[in-house]
């Protein structure tokens, strides 16, 4: 199974792919997904190693020689787990990290688990984070980079408090999968800090406003890289800049978008394939109108080397909210890394540090 696993993957057959897939995985990884990850850590297929058993079911396969595939089956034989990854890469404390300052706890977030970080010397601000869309855990880990946890310990090095956890699965709504636990979150650093705001990267900044509606105790929001533009378009500019097959996202990006989408539509006629019911809740939302209502402090952050949510494209829609001020990173990406980066730079952790303990934040 593991090595037809990776032929499709080589011949670019991810549609097939993913009909080895259960469905459990099915619904969360979909054959654009795949795509595109192969496409960031693979590439082309030199070479294959021979296939390593890890029990359980459980198999690992080296590609070109410094790329690992993990792989598990269930006991009907489809494939129920899948990772790519550098095997030596590990993450390391980013140098603005000092960890004599804090503390990290395991803690429930709602049903969540999770990550408590409190500061010795806290300056009463504290951080509920919120990853970007998919199945992302407490630190929003890709290979060896962890985006959130480079902002929770970098912020506590500051006296920022945070929490964070990981996100359930298969939620039919963007709703359902970030706010119950983030409101949770909220509630929780309320017991350790005088000011909580939410700061959330890509999707989870545009859930952010969300969020504050239904915790009304919240001072402000940071987001990072959170979109404005339809989500069906950026789908479409992101199959773009990888020079993947245009031709099918934009043909799944229109049916998320079309007039005839009912909660019937197979997840596998949508982008990601994310199930009908998640792009019908998308087309109630508006990010930003919600962010003028709810009338907060707003702290919106961009990186210009950004191709998935653009300086261009999507913080002009931020621009509208009366209380936001906007700050756009030249050199960093999406991630808010430098060009070969594997950390959050550290102006970013610095200028949220300062915000929060600012008047502006309210």
Same mark, same amino acid.
Do not use: C
């Given at each position: 199974?593991?090595?037809?696993?990776?032929?499709?993957?080589?011949?670019?057959?991810?549609?097939?792919l993913t009909e080895l897939f259960a469905p459990e995985l099915r619904a969360a990884v979909s054959a654009d997904i795949m795509r595109i990850a192969w496409a960031k850590?693979?590439?082309?297929?030199?070479?294959?190693?021979?296939?390593?058993?890890?029990?359980?079911?459980?198999?690992?396969?080296?590609?070109?020689?410094?790329?690992?595939?993990?792989?598990?089956?269930?006991?009907?034989?489809?494939?129920?787990?899948?990772?790519?990854?550098?095997?030596? *890469?590990?993450?390391?404390?980013?140098?603005?990290?000092?960890?004599?300052?804090?503390?990290?706890?395991?803690?429930?977030?709602?049903?969540?688990?999770?990550?408590?970080?409190?500061?010795?010397?806290?300056?009463?601000?504290?951080?509920?984070?919120?990853?970007?869309?998919?199945?992302?855990?407490?630190?929003?880990?890709?290979?060896?980079?962890?985006?959130?946890?480079?902002?929770?310990?970098?912020?506590?090095?500051?006296?920022?408090?945070?929490?964070?956890?990981?996100?359930?699965?298969?939620?039919?709504?963007?709703?359902?999968?970030?706010?119950?636990?983030?409101?949770?979150?909220?509630?929780?650093?309320?017991?350790?800090?005088?000011?909580?705001?939410?700061?959330?990267?890509?999707?989870?900044?545009?859930?952010?406003?969300?969020?504050?509606?239904?915790a009304p105790t919240v001072a402000g929001l940071i987001l990072l890289a959170a979109d404005t533009s339809p989500m069906p378009a950026a789908v479409v500019r992101v199959?773009?800049?990888?020079?993947?097959?245009?031709?099918?996202?934009?043909?799944? *990006? *229109?049916?998320?978008?079309?007039?005839?989408?009912?909660?019937?539509?197979?997840?596998?006629?949508?982008?990601?394939?994310?199930?009908?019911?998640?792009?019908?809740?998308?087309?109630?939302?508006?990010?930003? *109108?919600?962010?003028?209502?709810?009338?907060?402090?707003?702290?919106?952050?961009?990186?210009?080397?950004?191709?998935?949510?653009?300086?261009?494209?999507?913080?002009?829609?931020?621009?509208?909210?009366?209380?936001?001020?906007?700050?756009?990173?030249?050199?960093?990406?999406?991630?808010?890394?430098?060009?070969?980066?594997?950390?959050?730079?550290?102006?970013?952790?610095?200028?949220?540090?300062a915000w929060v303990s600012s008047p502006a934040a309210g």
């Amino acid at each position: 199974m593991l090595r037809t696993l990776v032929e499709l993957a080589a011949a670019g057959r991810f549609d097939e792919l993913t009909e080895l897939f259960a469905p459990e995985l099915r619904a969360a990884v979909s054959a654009d997904i795949m795509r595109i990850a192969w496409a960031k850590e693979v590439g082309a297929v030199r070479h294959v190693g021979e296939p390593i058993p890890l029990g359980d079911n459980r198999f690992s396969v080296l590609l070109n020689g410094d790329v690992e595939l993990r792989m598990s089956m269930d006991s009907l034989g489809r494939v129920n787990g899948l990772r790519l990854t550098a095997p030596d *890469a590990q993450w390391q404390p980013p140098s603005y990290v000092q960890p004599d300052r804090f503390t990290e706890q395991e803690v429930l977030v709602g049903h969540q688990p999770g990550a408590l970080v409190l500061p010795h010397n806290g300056n009463g601000a504290g951080i509920v984070l919120l990853s970007g869309a998919g199945a992302f855990d407490r630190d929003e880990t890709a290979g060896p980079m962890k985006m959130l946890k480079d902002l929770a310990w970098g912020l506590a090095s500051l006296g920022v408090a945070s929490v964070r956890f990981d996100k359930p699965t298969d939620t039919p709504t963007l709703i359902e999968e970030y706010v119950p636990a983030a409101v949770a979150g909220v509630d929780l650093l309320r017991q350790h800090v005088d000011r909580v705001y939410v700061a959330g990267h890509s999707a989870g900044g545009k859930i952010a406003p969300n969020v504050a509606q239904w915790a009304p105790t919240v001072a402000g929001l940071i987001l990072l890289a959170a979109d404005t533009s339809p989500m069906p378009a950026a789908v479409v500019r992101v199959a773009r800049h990888f020079g993947l097959e245009v031709d099918t996202m934009t043909r799944l *990006a *229109a049916r998320a978008a079309s007039p005839d989408l009912s909660p019937t539509t197979p997840a596998g006629d949508l982008p990601f394939g994310l199930p009908a019911t998640y792009w019908l809740q998308l087309r109630e939302y508006d990010q930003v *109108a919600t962010a003028i209502e709810i009338d907060r402090p707003v702290l919106a952050l961009q990186g210009g080397r950004d191709y998935q949510v653009t300086v261009e494209d999507d913080l002009p829609g931020w621009r509208r909210v009366p209380r936001a001020e906007a700050r756009i990173y030249p050199d960093l990406d999406h991630m808010f890394f430098q060009d070969n980066g594997s950390h959050v730079d550290q102006q970013v952790i610095d200028d949220i540090a300062a915000w929060v303990s600012s008047p502006a934040a309210g």
